[in-house]
Structures are given as C-alpha cells and as structure tokens.
C-alpha cells in the first residue's frame, strides 16, 4: 500500500500538448514534492511546497506549472514540451522540515 | 543540488554475501536517507538517520550517518535475491526540505 498516488502512471504527449500529473497523499503531510528521474541522472528537485505554498523552485522551466491546491494534492501542469523532457517524475510527500520523504509510483512521460 | 558521490555504481553478488555502499558529499548534510527503487516503481524508504554517527538497523540492514556529516554507508547482510535493485542515498540539506541524491547503486543477486 502506498500513501502518496500518482496518476497517471504512463503518459504519452505530442509536444503541442497540454496536459496535467495529479499527486494525492493520504499520509497527512504538509509538505510536497515534484521530483524529475530521467536516464543515467540523480533525481532532481523540481519544486516544493509546504502548506500550500511554494517553497522551491529549483530553476524548472515555465513549461512546467506547478499547482498545489491543498496539503493533500499537488499537479504538475505540463505544456509545449520537449522530446528531452521524457522522464519518470516522482512525487512525494512529507511531515515537514528535516523529515523523511515518501514517494509516490511515479508517472513516466513520454513526449513525441 | 549538491552533488553526492555514490559507489559502487553496481554489484553482482552471490545469494548469502553482505554487501556494503557509500555516499561522501562536499557539503555537510542535516540528514541522511536509503532508498530503494525496482523497474517501474517509486523509491522506497529504507532507513532514514538524524544524527552524526547515528548507527541505525531495519532487519538486515544497517545504515550509519558519518561523524563529519559528509558521508554514510548501507550495508546488507545475507543478501536474498528480492535485495535486487537500485539503492539511493540522498543528503538532506538545511533547507529541511530538498533531497540531494546519488546516482544510485545497481545490485544484482544470483541465486
């Protein structure tokens, strides 16, 4: 069982595209993440919000447009992508400052 | 982020051996955490340490948060072929927030 879902789990977009990741926690945490898996490179910090608000944005393009409307759901708007943005991206949760993430199955994106 | 330093990159170990990994960081770290992730899948949470030298144990394995804050191990003992996977360490900065993380040690497990 998994307290952070993640849907959905695979997606396929034209780079014209305009389309949405839903993240939902049934852990009660405050905090949430996006993370960006892609081939042979670290997990990358995308952003973070803790209770509702933004808290990071680690440099992601504008393509990428974040929304967290409550501490228990966060999406991923995505539009006009590119080939190189293929990836599996995570999402995860946590309590708040200095405590454990949980991540989510994560949706694998694939953009043509 | 702050680049982490993860060896070996992969291990192709026998049923029955320990296996042991390491993370070393330039940057000093308020938190260290394994994970673990298979094909498809989300990491998982394995062990999470809070405390310089902080020695932690979940059954067979065992994590240990370096004195210097710079650095930790994962070890596994008795290895079963389930262990496979890819291992994560990740440095949590003083942020609180953001996880900095290695690119992960492959382990393969023959029966």
Redesign the interface.
Known sequence: E?G?T?TPRHLVMGMTNKKSLKCEQHLGHN?M?W?KQSA??????MF?Y?FKEQ??N?SVPSRFSPECPNSSHLFLHLHTLQPEDSALY?CAS?K???T???????T?LTVV | ?QQ?NQSPQSMFIQEGEDVSMNCTSSSIF??W?W?KQDP??????LI?L?KAGELTSNGRLTAQFGITRKDSFLNISASIPSDVGIY?C?G?DR??????????TSLLVTP
Not at chain 1, 40 to 45: A, D, N, R, V, Y
Not at chain 1, 100 to 106: L, R, S, T
Not at chain 2, 95 to 104: D, H, P
Request: proline letters at 4%; glycine letters at 16%; zero cysteines.
């Open positions: 998994t952070v993640q905090a993440y993370y042979k490179k670290p997990l990358e910090l973070v803790n808290t990071e680690n995570l946590s708040g400052r200095f454990e993430a949980f991540f989510g199955q994560g694998r | 982020g982490l308020n938190t955490l994970y498809g899948e989300g990491p998982v949470l999470a809070y994560f990740a949590q942020s609180g927030y953001a996880l900095n993380f290695g690119k992960g």
